[in-house]
């Protein structure tokens, strides 16, 4: 399936050619689940399926999360921080988010400091 951002979208974003960071967070306990990057088809790929759709640096090619481990996010909203240049987007997650088997990506704590 391909996709397109509308004009407005477009319009919206700080640089439409360079990768954009998308913060995926769960819509129901409010975790931040990962990190990850979309171009301008996998975010209008996002917002016409509902299914979560990044763009992988290390493979140069879109991946919609779970398409294999079947550990999916169904979209609920997407929002445009205010420089136009990174995205958080609230999903149900089913199963892991993290490529590891853990429920974050955030795992790995490195201090408390409160």
Same mark, same amino acid.
């Given at each position: 399936?391909?996709? /397109?951002?509308? !004009? /407005?979208?477009?319009?919206?974003?700080?640089? !439409?050619? *360079?990768? &954009? !960071?998308? &913060?995926?967070?769960?819509? +129901?306990?409010? /975790?931040?689940?990962?990190?990850?990057?979309? +171009?301008?088809? @996998? $975010?209008?790929? *996002?917002?016409?399926? =509902?299914? @979560? *759709?990044?763009?992988?640096?290390?493979?140069? /090619? &879109?991946?919609?999360? =779970?398409?294999?481990? =079947?550990?999916?996010?169904?979209? %609920?909203?997407?929002? $445009?921080?205010?420089?136009?240049?990174? $995205?958080? &987007?609230?999903?149900?997650?089913? =199963?892991?988010?993290? %490529?590891?088997?853990?429920?974050?990506?955030?795992?790995?704590?490195?201090?408390?400091?409160?």
């Amino acid at each position: 399936m391909r996709a /397109e951002l509308s !004009p /407005e979208i477009l319009a919206l974003l700080k640089d !439409p050619t *360079t990768l &954009i !960071p998308a &913060i995926a967070q769960d819509v +129901n306990t409010r /975790e931040v689940l990962m990190l990850a990057y979309m +171009n301008t088809e @996998a $975010l209008a790929l *996002t917002l016409a399926t =509902g299914k @979560a *759709t990044y763009f992988s640096r290390s493979r140069n /090619e &879109i991946w919609v999360k =779970g398409e294999t481990s =079947g550990h999916t996010q169904m979209v %609920h909203s997407v929002a $445009l921080d205010c420089d136009g240049d990174a $995205l958080l &987007i609230t999903v149900d997650q089913v =199963g892991a988010a993290c %490529h590891t088997g853990d429920q974050t990506c955030f795992h790995q704590s490195l201090g408390d400091f409160s």
